[in-house]
């Protein structure tokens, strides 16, 4: 092929759970509506030996199980076979890279995206090993799954070296939060709709609340889970990531540098957690045993034989302070958590009441929420109030909750986040991808609670799977008078 828009893809990890459940869906789909024409060979990586027809047919098996059986189709599926290719290679092993070298020279034309779905204490090796035998040119691009490190320090490290191999330009870190359909939509509603932008800061909106509630346990992840924890695992990239998006100030253009310039600005702005104020501003918690939905379920620390997790939290809740001009006054409480009631994410918008009320007494004259679901469906609601129908002399009123959705729910049109991602990938587009700058902010931050937490000697409350995580989770808005949309 001698065309110079083809590109070619290789994916670390392409045996594991993300390749196998998101990424190789995401790409059939993509392949299914024309947009994969340009994509010569995806090239799957993993260590055990396996041929070319195994792997096809280990993918098509997981594709039928994950995929909603209308997107299949047989002839679809066969183009896109064609273009699956699987090298057995470790990582470590310098040796393993010259098969996959050999493979890369096939297509000399064609752009490489190096996808690396593996863990980030890979990504160092990954990256010197590709210098090394030669593969990567200025045209080349590398996606990094989250999370990026353990800390800043060795986010800055892994950062540092892979910037040595390829230019900022072309590094793609992943928070696939990013990519679904909602959040893109709430740039659109902020900055697209005159009667938002008005309101939009500490002088109307009382408080905003984001909650990430998973009701899975750590589901084989336990070892991973009892050294990373919630405030790692969830804050540290998808709530930060949607706080950005809903405090960020406009930006001047849509450009990828720009929007990014605005989030970082709210990483900034962001009051530090010392041991000081953490007793007051964060919750952590672990889940003991108990009932999600009608399943019995175990605790945590049951869950699994690993070791240093008796202080490892589950769950958490802060209270965040944007401390600038546009938000000062307005608190960002924010919830994560395993084996809670339902598994669901949102973000609340509340605004203030009025300072006087007509309607003073009636138990509906409630405050204006927009809430923005974004799992398990994604819609945009806004709560207001109404007359009661009805002929009483009495005014009565009434909750409504107004549709403000845009059409995504044709299933054929419906796109998974990956989707959308991966699509940005292949076309060179970083804007809904995390700058350097960015992912090492959200780290100093989340950095700073742990550290308050171990001088603070802070421990994880309990709470009975299956509730809302611990009672103390609760005071924290209660504290002002708030109290978090259930
Ligand atoms: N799963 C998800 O939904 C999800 C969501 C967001 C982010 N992520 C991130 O994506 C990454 C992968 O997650 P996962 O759930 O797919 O993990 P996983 O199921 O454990 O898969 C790990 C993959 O890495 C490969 N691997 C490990 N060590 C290797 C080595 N030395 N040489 C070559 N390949 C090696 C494994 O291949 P072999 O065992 O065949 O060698 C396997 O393909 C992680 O960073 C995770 O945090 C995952």
Redesign the pocket.
Known sequence: MNNSSASQLVI???????????LQPALYKLQREGLLDDVTTIIA????ANSNDNYRSQVKTKMQEFLPKHFWSEQHWQAFAAKLRYIS?????LKDYHVLADAIHQYPNSRTVFY?????T?YTSICRNLHSIGVVDPRSSVVL???LGHDLASCTEINHEVLQVFPESNIFR?D?YLGKETVQNLLVLRFGNALFGPLWNSQYIDNIQITVAEDIGVEG?GN?YAKTGALRDMVQNHILQLLCLVAMEPPANLRADTIRDEKVKVLQALRPITVDNVKAKTVRGQYTAGVVKTTAVSAFLDEAGFEDSSNTETFVALQADVHNWRWEGTPFYLRTGKRLTRRYSEIIVELKKHPFSLFEGDPNDLPNKLVIRLQPEENITLYKVNKKPGLGRQLKLEQVELNLDADIHDELQAHEAYERLLLDVLEGDQTLFMRRDEVEACWAWVDSIIDAWQNAGTKAKPYSAGSMGPNASLALPEKSGRSWHE
């Open positions: 670390f990890g392409g045996t594991g759970d993300l390749a196998l459940r998101k990586l993993g260590r055990s290679l470790d990582v470590n092993t690396l779905a593996t863990l980030s890979l799954e989250k999370p992943i696939h992840r991973f």
